[in-house]
C-alpha cells in the first residue's frame, strides 16, 4: 500500500526541533511514530514491507484521518519541498527584511531618515545571497521593506531568487506609488502573490505625513489595483493630532478600495519628528482615549473592513473575517521551547478564538502562564529583521536603537545566517523567556501585572535604555498602570453585548 503527504503538508526538522509538520502555514503537533510514518509516505515506499516497523505502520490511518497523508498509487511523486528537510540551525519561521534604506518619499516620521538612506545598501550580488542564506537556514516566509523596496532595480531579481529558493514572498511593504500593472504581472508569472502592506495616514492627510504631493492618489491607486489584481493588501496608519479625527472615515474609504485589514498605531518619536517642528503628536492619554472612543462608533457604523488592530491594545474583527487568533503562533512558540519530545503542540494549543464573543477583543493582556517557557516576544523569535545593511536585529522598530545591545547584533556581512541562528546575541535575545526579564528586572518582578505584561515591549524598553534588553517598557506601564487596559476590557464587554443583542 502507497502512501503520499497530502500536498499541503511539509517536513522540516531543526536544532531542538527534530520533527517539524507544516500544514499550510501552521505547524501540527505529531508523535515520534507519527513522523517516521509521515517520512514514508512518499508514494514510493510500500508501508506494508516487513521491515518498516509495526507501530510506524500502525500510525498511518490516524494520520489519514488528521487529513495530512493519503493513499496514493505507486510511484506517484511529492511536490518539490515536501519532504523532510533537516537544517542544523534554530528555526525562524520568517524574516522581515529591508532591501534599502532609500526612499522616493519624505515621511516627516521615518526612522531611516529618507530619502537620504542613514545606511547604506548592499549590492545585488550580496542579496541574492542572502536569499540562498534564508532558504539555507529553512525560513519559509520573507517579507520585503525598505525604505521603498519597489526603487531597487533589481526588485523583480530579488524577488524571483525567493521563488527559485522555495521560500513565499509574504509581503511588500511600500508607499504604493510604484505598484504598477507590470509589477504585478511579473509576480504573478513567477507565482507569488504577496500581500501589498501600503502606509495610508487619513484621509486628506496622507500627503502632509509622507512629504509628497500626490502620495494619498497613489496610495488609492495601488490598493485598488491589488485588489483588482487579486493581490491581498493591508494598510497601516499611525496617528497624530491632525489625523485622530479622521479615523471613521478613513476606514470606511480603505474598505471601499477593497482593503480588509488596517493597523494603527501613534507616531512614533523617531527620526525627524523627534528633531522636532515637523510635527504634532497628541499625547498618550488623548491618543488611547481617542481609540476608545472610536471603537463603539466603529462597530455602530457596521466595521466596513474585515479588521482593525490598534496597536496592541485592541483588535475589531467581523464575524466574517478569517480569525487566526494567537493560537497561530503560539503553537510555532511551543514549537520553540524544546518541550518534552521536541513536537509542536499542534492544534490543541493552536486553537482558533472561537468562543471569543464578539467583534472587539482586547490582545494587551498575556496572560502568562509559565514565565520559564514563553518568549518575551514571539514576533521577535519567530520574524527577525534583516536591515538594509545585513544587519540581523530582533524587529524592525530596533535598527534605529543605538546602543550596547543593538549594536552588538550580528551582521550577515560577517556571518553567515546559519551561523547566527545557531549561536548568536540575537537568539540570546529572542529567544529571552519570561523568566529571564523577571529575575533581571526589579520593577517587572515586583508588578502587580508582572504575567499579564511581560515587560511589555523589548524595542520600547530599548528606547529607554539602549544597553538594557531586559528593561521596562514605560508605554506598557501606562497601559497597565493607568487602567487603561481594564478600560479597554470594559469597554469591549459592553460593545460586545449591545452587538450581541443588535444581530439577534
Ligand atoms: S506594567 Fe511596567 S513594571 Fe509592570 S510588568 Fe509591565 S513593564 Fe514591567
Ligand atoms: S519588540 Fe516590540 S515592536 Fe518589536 S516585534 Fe516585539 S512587540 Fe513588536
Redesign the pocket.
Known amino acids: 500500500m502507497y502512501y503520499k503527504l497530502k500536498d499541503d503538508v511539509r517536513l522540516r526538522a531543526y536544532d531542538r526541533l527534530p520533527r517539524l509538520v507544516v500544514q499550510g502555514d501552521r505547524p501540527i503537533g505529531v508523535s515520534a511514530a507519527e513522523f517516521q510514518a509521515l517520512d514514508l509516505c512518499d508514494g514510493a515506499i510500500d508501508v506494508d514491507f516487513p521491515l518498516v516497523p509495526e507501530g510506524v505502520r500502525e500510525a498511518i490511518p490516524g494520520l489519514v484521518e488528521k487529513g495530512l497523508v493519503e493513499a496514493c498509487e505507486k510511484g506517484t511523486p511529492l511536490k518539490p519541498g515536501q519532504a523532510l528537510r533537516r537544517y542544523p540551525n534554530r528555526l525562524v519561521k520568517g524574516v522581515q527584511w529591508s532591501i534599502t534604506g532609500a526612499c522616493n518619499y519624505r515621511c516627516r516620521h521615518c526612522f531611516m531618515e529618507a530619502p537620504h538612506a542613514k545606511h547604506s545598501d548592499l549590492s545585488t550580488e550580496e542579496l541574492l545571497d542572502i536569499c540562498d542564506q534564508l532558504a539555507a537556514a529553512g525560513v519559509g516566509d520573507v517579507g520585503i521593506t525598505g525604505g521603498e523596496p519597489l526603487i531597487r532595480k533589481d526588485f523583480l531579481q530579488i524577488a524571483q531568487r525567493i521563488v527559485d529558493d522555495g521560500m513565499r514572498l509574504t509581503q511588500i511593504y511600500t508607499n504604493g506609488a510604484l505598484v504598477t500593472e507590470e509589477l504585478l504581472d511579473a509576480l504573478a508569472a513567477m507565482g507569488a502573490r504577496p500581500q501589498f502592506c501600503i502606509s495610508f495616514d487619513g484621509v486628506g492627510c496622507h500627503d502632509w505625513l509622507r512629504g509628497v504631493d500626490g502620495a494619498e492618489a497613489a496610495a488609492e491607486r495601488a490598493f485598488r489595483l491589488c485588489s483588482e489584481r487579486g493581490f491581498p493588501t493591508h494598510a497601516s496608519m499611525v496617528i497624530h493630532a491632525g489625523n485622530v479625527d479622521t479615523l471613521l472615515e478613513t476606514t470606511r474609504t480603505l474598505a471601499s478600495w477593497g482593503v480588509p485589514t488596517l493597523k494603527i498605531s501613534g507616531v512614533e518619536p523617531v527620526g525627524e519628528w523627534a528633531k522636532g517642528g515637523r510635527g504634532e503628536s497628541v499625547s498618550r492619554d488623548e491618543l488611547i482615549q481617542a481609540y476608545l472612543d472610536f471603537v463603539p462608533r466603529y462597530v455602530e457604523m457596521g466595521m466596513p473592513m474585515a479588521s482593525v488592530q490598534i496597536e496592541a491594545l485592541l483588535l475589531v474583527e467581523r464575524p466574517d473575517a478569517k480569525r487566526r487568533g494567537p493560537g497561530f503562533d503560539e503553537a510555532f512558540a511551543e514549537a520553540l521551547t524544546g518541550d518534552s519530545d521536541g513536537a509542536p503542540a499542534g492544534e490543541d494549543s493552536a486553537a482558533d478564538v472561537e468562543g471569543t464573543q464578539g467583534p472587539v477583543r482586547v490582545i494587551a493582556r498575556r496572560r502568562c502562564q509559565d514565565s520559564a517557557t514563553t518568549c518575551l516576544c514571539l514576533t521577535t523569535r519567530l520574524n527577525p529583521y534583516i536591515s538594509s545593511e545585513g544587519r540581523v536585529l530582533p524587529c524592525m522598530t530596533m535598527a534605529d536603537i543605538e546602543g550596547a545591545v543593538t549594536d552588538g547584533f550580528p551582521s550577515l556581512r560577517a556571518t553567515s545566517l546559519q551561523s547566527i541562528l545557531t549561536d548568536s546575541t540575537l537568539l540570546d535575545a529572542t529567544d529571552s523567556r519570561g523568566k529571564a526579564l523577571l529575575a533581571a528586572n526589579e ?2 518582578a515586583s ?1 502587580e ?2 504575567l499579564d ?4 515591549c523589548r524595542a520600547a524598553a530599548l528606547r529607554a535604555d539602549p544597553d538594557n534588553y531586559l528593561g ?2 514605560r508605554g ?2 501606562e497601559l ?2 493607568k487602567g487603561w487596559v481594564d478600560r479597554a476590557e470594559a469597554l469591549a464587554k459592553d460593545v460586545n453585548e449591545r452587538y450581541a443583542r443588535s444581530v439577534v
Open positions: 520593577e517587572c508588578c501585572y508582572a505584561c511581560l515587560g511589555g521596562v517598557d506598557a506601564c497597565f498602570k
